[in-house]
């Protein structure tokens, strides 16, 4: 709780009230003169609303009680948020325990009265200006005034007896009051971190030398990101040369695997061709002979065998009649007649002589083997 509370707790802090003066009249003006007391008022009550917060803020602590968030209503409670406390007075057993929550209900008035008050006060003055970085108090002044319809020279010398700080911080909000040539300026903390009364009297020196620190080590880390970019570039450019290195190392082990897997396929297979035997034979792919087994011819090559069965999981080739544009299937011719009927295979014609299996027996004979088979009608 505690932890979620520091989180809104920053900003009252550093929205105190008005806090320091900057007269510059010719003669006191009434009007200018209720509205810098008017200003004096608010700065009375911010700095009551501030620490009665401070000590709220601990109580809520204590009671483990999760801090509202901020807003317009500075951190109040909400309505749940009492409604859930009184419930908690009246389970407490714990005497010290309800005696604060108590406490922190009662302050929750007080907390409400000093906001309306400090609103109230804040309701009749004017808008503040808000200080950014680079910022002066003359040169706000200056561009109130001329805002105002002062001429350029009649601002300077309204401000030639004016007396401004010599320092702003980012935060701080400068108000101007002009009345009649009359001109005033009032310096509250506004959202900066330091008051500036503490600032007044802080000394310029440190705040310079933390400067130049600050300019050194920004430019130290600017050539450390210079050198951590250059080492990220060349460690980039690792990584693609690596990613490019493993592309074709995969790309080669694919192809590797590729060309086994043909090569592994080849070596288990048969490579065959199925004809008529009367067309194979003038293809010069076999010869037949007057006498005996027909054999291979001239034109037997790799190139003719566009066939494969893999023995790896398969040893039957069905021939169909059709396929050849037979009518039927008389014979089948198996070249090279090395190839023993029975032994090596096996020929079955079926009864209308429209498909013709032939059934390898002896695998291993037929593995990366060709051979033709000659279909007669």
């Given at each position: 709780?505690?932890?979620?509370?520091?989180?809104?707790?920053?900003?009252?802090?550093?929205?105190?009230?008005?806090?320091?003066?900057?007269?510059?009249?010719?003669?006191?003006?009434?009007?200018?003169?209720?509205?810098?007391?008017?200003?004096?008022?608010?700065?009375?009550?911010?700095q009551q609303l501030?620490?009665?917060?401070?000590?709220?803020?601990?109580?809520?602590t204590r009671a483990g009680v999760k801090s509202p968030p901020f807003g317009t209503s500075l951190m109040l409670?909400?309505?749940?948020?009492?409604q859930a406390l009184e419930v908690r007075v009246r389970l407490e057993k714990d005497n010290s325990r309800r005696g604060l929550i108590r406490e922190i209900l009662e302050k929750d008035l007080e907390l409400r009265a000093l906001s309306e008050k400090l609103a109230g006060l804040k309701a009749g003055l004017p808008e503040p200006e808000l200080?950014?970085?680079?910022d002066s108090h003359y040169g706000l002044a200056l561009r109130f005034l001329l805002?105002?319809?002062?001429?350029?020279?009649?601002?300077?010398?309204?401000?030639?007896?004016?007396?401004?700080?010599?320092?702003?911080a980012p935060g701080f909000e400068v108000y101007h009051f002009y009345e009649d040539g009359n001109y005033a300026t009032w310096v509250s903390q506004g959202r900066a971190t330091v008051a500036p009364g503490d600032l007044v009297n802080?000394?310029?020196?440190?705040?310079?030398?933390?400067?130049?620190?600050?300019?050194?080590?920004?430019?130290?880390?600017?050539?450390?990101?210079?050198l951590l970019m250059e080492q990220k570039r060349q460690i980039e450019a690792d990584i693609a040369a690596i990613q490019a290195e493993r592309k074709r190392v995969l790309e080669g082990r694919d192809q590797l695997q590729s060309e086994n897997a043909k090569l592994t396929s080849r070596l288990n297979s048969l490579h065959y061709l199925v004809g008529v035997r009367d067309t194979l034979e003038k293809e010069g792919i076999i010869e037949v002979p007057l006498f005996g087994k027909d054999?291979?011819?001239?034109?037997?090559?790799?190139?003719?065998?566009?066939?494969?069965?893999?023995?790896?999981?398969?040893?039957?080739?069905?021939?169909?009649?059709?396929?050849?544009?037979?009518?039927?299937?008389?014979?089948?011719?198996?070249?090279?007649?090395?190839?023993?009927p029975d032994q090596h295979y096996r020929l079955t014609l079926s009864a209308d002589r429209q498909i013709a299996t032939v059934e390898l027996l002896t695998l291993q004979r037929f593995k990366n083997d060709k051979v033709v088979f000659a279909v007669s009608e």
């Open positions: 709780m505690a932890r979620g509370g520091r989180r809104w707790f920053a900003p009252v802090l550093v929205m105190a009230g008005l806090s320091t003066a900057f007269l510059a009249c010719k003669r006191e003006d009434p009007r200018i003169r209720a509205l810098t007391e008017k200003a004096a008022q608010a700065d009375d009550a911010a501030r620490q009665a917060w401070v000590e709220q803020f601990d109580r809520l409670l909400t309505a749940e948020q009492k200080v950014k970085p680079n805002g105002r319809g002062c001429s350029e020279a009649q601002a300077r010398q309204i401000l030639s007896r004016a007396v401004l700080a010599e320092r702003l802080q000394d310029p020196a440190p705040l310079a030398e933390a400067r130049d620190e600050a300019v050194a080590a920004g430019r130290r880390l600017q050539r450390e990101l210079g054999l291979s011819g001239r034109n037997w090559r790799d190139g003719v065998f566009t066939r494969n069965l893999d023995l790896r999981s398969g040893h039957t080739i069905l021939i169909r009649a059709q396929d050849l544009g037979l009518k039927q299937i008389r014979q089948v011719s198996v070249v090279p007649g090395s190839h023993l």
